[in-house]
């Protein structure tokens, strides 16, 4: 099970760090992904971090997020600076033996945490 937490509702330029907890099971041999979804669009990537630490990034967000885990608090951060509006969504931690962009392609998702930037 992956329990998201830590957004909230902050002004743009500011900064949310999310928090993905695992328990049940542990990931440490998983990678670790973010996606987001805004109303009215389809679920999109935003940061993934490899078993090996490996990190990927969507390019509207390379040097604003950063994306960090600790294999053996089975925890995973993401660390969000610079917010614009655009970043408003629902974020989603996941789980897939790989990195890959694809939504689809996830085994395991947790549920959701709001995050809204104000203007």
């Known amino acids: 099970q992956l329990q998201a937490s830590g957004g909230g509702l902050v002004q743009a330029g500011g900064s949310l760090r999310l928090s993905c907890a695992a328990s049940g099971r542990t990931f440490s041999s998983y990678a670790m992904h973010w996606f987001r979804q805004a109303p009215g669009k389809e679920r999109e990537f935003v940061a993934a971090?490899?078993?090996?630490?490996?990190?990927y990034y969507e390019e509207s967000v390379k040097g604003r997020f950063t994306i960090s885990r600790d294999r053996a608090k089975n925890t995973v951060w993401l660390q969000m600076n610079s917010l614009k509006p655009d970043d408003t969504a629902v974020y989603y931690c996941?789980?897939?033996?790989?990195?890959?962009?694809?939504?689809?392609?996830?085994?395991?998702w947790g549920q959701g945490t709001q995050v809204t930037v104000s203007s």
């Open positions: 996941a789980a897939r033996r790989a990195y890959s962009s694809n939504p689809a392609s996830v085994d395991y």
């Open positions: 971090i490899s078993w090996n630490e490996a990190t």
